[in-house]
C-alpha cells in the first residue's frame, strides 16, 4: 500500500500539465501513487494524462464528465489507497526534492496533517528555482485548532498532507458545484487533527493565470462566484456553530476572521457587476452582515480600514457600485 496517494483534478491544462507531472516524477519519492482525475478535458490533457499512466506504473487515470474540481477531487479520493493524501492543481507544480522530506518528517514524528510554505508564480514561468535548506528543522506539534489559532494558515487544499483517515472517517468531502470549494474543507479537517505541524520548507508553485476561476471577467462567471463567495462564508459560518463549544477564544477569533474575508470580497466583486445590493440582502438574511472588521494582522492599512467601514453601508455601497458601473460601461 502507498504511503502518499497524488490526487490531481485535470481540465483543459495542456500547457501546463507536463510540467506539473513532471515535478512529481522528479522528486525520488518511493511507494506512492498517483490519480489523475482528467474532467471530461477537450485539449489534450486526456492524452497527456494517459501517456504518464502508461509510462509510469505510480500513475493512473480515471476519465469522466466534466462535473468540475470539486467533483474530481472527491473521485480521486474515494480511489486513493494511500495512507495520506496530497491534492495538486493541474496548472500547478511542486518544488524539486521537497516531498520526500516532507513525507520523512510525517513519518519520524507520527504527523497527521502537515502544512508547508508554497511561492506564486506567473501564468508564464516554467523555470521558477527554489532553494530550500532540507536540514532537520526544529517544529512544533499542536492540535489542529491550535494552527488555525497560531498560524494565517493557507485555506487551499494543495497546503497540506493530509492523513486519509481524518477525511474517510469524517466523511470530509469537497462541496460539489461550487468554485470556491476550499473554504470549510480545511477548517473541517483541522478541527479533528490531534497532531498538527507547519514546515519552514516550501513545497508548492501556485501558478497565477489571467483566465482562471478567480480572474474570468464573464458576467455570468462572475454571478456565480458572487454566490459562491456567499456560499464559503455560510459553509465557515456553519463550521463555526458545528465547534463553537470545544474552540478557544483565539480559534473562534480567525474563524470569524475567515468567514468575514468572504463577504468583504464578495461585496467587492459584487460592487463591480451591479449586484452588490442583492449580495447583501442575502448576506443579511444569513446573518452575516454587517461583517466584523477584518483582521489589522491580516489586512493592516489605512485602505482596508476606509474599506472595511465603506463596505458595512449598504447605501454606500450601491452608490459606489452605479458610480462604478457607469463609468465602466457594466
Not at 490531481?8 to 525520488?28: D, W
Request: hydrophobic share 40%.
Amino acid at each position: 500500500m502507498p504511503s502518499l496517494s497524488i490526487i490531481i483534478p485535470i481540465y483543459n491544462v495542456e500547457p501546463y500539465l507536463k510540467q506539473c507531472l513532471e515535478s512529481i516524477v522528479s522528486q525520488a519519492l518511493f511507494n506512492y501513487e498517483v490519480i489523475l482525475v482528467d474532467d471530461g478535458s477537450t485539449d489534450k490533457s486526456g492524452m497527456i494524462s494517459d501517456e504518464y499512466a502508461n509510462e509510469y506504473y505510480e500513475f493512473r487515470v480515471i476519465h469522466q464528465e466534466n462535473k468540475g474540481i470539486s467533483a474530481a477531487r472527491n473521485v480521486g479520493l474515494r480511489h486513493a489507497i494511500g495512507d495520506y493524501i496530497l491534492f495538486v492543481d493541474s496548472d500547478d507544480y511542486l518544488v524539486k526534492n521537497s516531498l520526500k522530506y516532507l513525507m520523512n518528517l510525517i513519518e519520524e514524528n507520527n504527523i497527521e496533517v502537515l502544512g508547508f510554505g508554497f511561492v506564486t508564480v506567473q501564468e508564464e514561468d516554467n523555470n521558477t528555482r527554489v532553494s530550500n535548506s532540507l536540514k532537520p528543522e526544529v517544529i512544533e506539534v499542536i492540535n489542529g485548532k491550535d494552527y488555525i489559532q497560531k498560524y494565517n494558515y493557507v485555506s487551499q487544499a494543495w497546503g497540506y498532507i493530509i492523513k486519509k483517515d481524518i477525511l474517510m472517517n469524517h466523511n470530509i468531502y469537497f462541496p460539489e458545484g461550487h468554485m470556491i470549494e476550499d473554504a470549510a474543507y480545511v477548517i473541517r479537517f483541522l478541527m479533528y487533527t490531534k497532531r498538527a505541524v507547519l514546515s519552514s520548507i516550501i513545497g508548492y508553485c501556485y501558478r497565477k493565470r489571467r483566465n482562471s476561476i478567480m480572474n474570468n471577467n464573464d458576467k455570468n462567471h462572475q454571478l456565480r462566484l458572487i454566490d459562491d463567495y456567499l456560499f464559503a462564508a455560510v459553509d465557515v459560518a456553519n463550521v463555526i456553530d458545528e465547534n463553537k463549544d470545544n474552540i478557544s477564544d483565539g480559534c473562534h477569533i480567525r474563524l470569524i476572521t475567515r468567514r468575514d474575508n468572504y463577504v468583504f470580497f464578495g461585496i467587492i466583486r459584487a460592487i463591480k457587476i451591479g449586484k452588490v445590493h442583492s449580495f447583501i440582502k442575502e448576506a443579511k438574511k444569513e446573518g452575516l452582515y454587517p461583517f466584523n472588521r477584518l483582521s489589522k494582522s491580516d489586512y493592516p492599512g489605512l485602505k482596508y480600514t476606509v474599506l472595511n467601514w465603506c463596505l458595512n453601508k449598504p447605501w454606500l455601497c450601491v452608490l459606489i457600485s452605479k458610480i462604478y458601473c457607469t463609468i465602466n460601461n457594466k
